[in-house]
């Protein structure tokens, strides 16, 4: 075994089983490119990216659209360039590895999923977002949520303070108490939610399956196990995940 290699291939396999870096399948990603709409000629950003694989459907699905991705990860950043390359959008979209709390270009449409963290929380996400966006313009925010009163064990598992999420009702009117308007609501599965948790174990699975030996196993092993029952005996049913597509208020 040659233990660069491994090395190497451990550093792509915590994501490498994920389509998406959240708890959405592919139906429930085309309602949310289409809850966007219209997006004739719309400009595009995406913060906190990852990837960049939403970014890069919507717009396969509108072909006057162009975007932006921002993401500070940067295999996440050539993973997303790759991606475009291969999808044939790669002229009309720009990936860029920088803080995405600190893009400031405006857009017809930010798209915000999973990444609040960067702005410090929801509410600084949403007055972030504001001066980003063109008059009309749409945020399609992701976020957490609390499904019922999190337990002592899924808020260790999180790493997480009760105060750190809202209930779904609670979400919906920060958003509205910061001036925009709901057009869209709808939440992850559950099934969505153990499909995105089984993958993202199932990367580093599948490199301890091919380096059992290498010097990282054990500490990979224990982080997964660790991962999984936070996720199993923490958190399962408990955080909840909201896709939100709000209207700008009026500057």
Do not use: K
């Not at 291939?9 to 592919?26: C, T, V």
């Not at 659209?65 to 295999?75: C, E, F, L, N, Y």
């Not at 996720?231 to 995940?241: A, D, E, I, S, T």
């Amino acid at each position: 075994m040659d233990t660069n290699d491994s090395a190497d291939a451990l550093g792509g396999s915590r994501y490498s089983e994920l389509e998406f870096n959240a708890p959405l399948d592919r139906a429930h990603a085309q309602r949310l490119v289409a809850s966007l709409r219209p997006l004739t000629g719309a400009s595009i950003v995406d913060l906190g990216c990852g990837w960049a694989e939403l970014l890069l459907r919507v717009l396969e699905d509108e072909p006057t659209t162009r975007g932006v991705g921002v993401d500070r990860d940067a295999p996440s950043i050539a993973r997303a360039r790759l991606n475009a390359e291969a999808r044939g959008v790669h002229d009309r979209v720009r990936l860029v590895c920088e803080d995405a709390a600190a893009w400031s270009d405006e857009a017809d449409v930010a798209i915000v999923i999973g990444s609040s963290h960067a702005w410090g929380g929801t509410q600084a996400t949403l007055q972030g977002a504001r001066p980003l966006l063109r008059p009309g313009g749409r945020l399609l925010l992701g976020e957490g949520f609390w499904e019922r009163p999190p337990t002592p064990d899924a808020l260790a598992a999180l790493g997480a303070r009760v105060d750190e999420f809202a209930t779904l009702a609670g979400l919906v009117d920060l958003c509205l108490a910061q001036g925009y308007r709901l057009v869209a609501l709808s939440t992850a599965s559950l099934a969505e939610w153990d499909d995105f948790e089984s993958r993202y174990c199932a990367g580093r699975e599948r490199w301890l399956l091919r380096y059992p030996d290498a010097p990282q196993a054990a500490r990979v092993r224990a982080e997964v196990d660790a991962h999984r029952s936070g996720w199993l005996h923490g958190y399962r049913g408990v955080l909840g995940f909201a896709y939100l597509t709000l209207v700008a208020p009026p500057r």
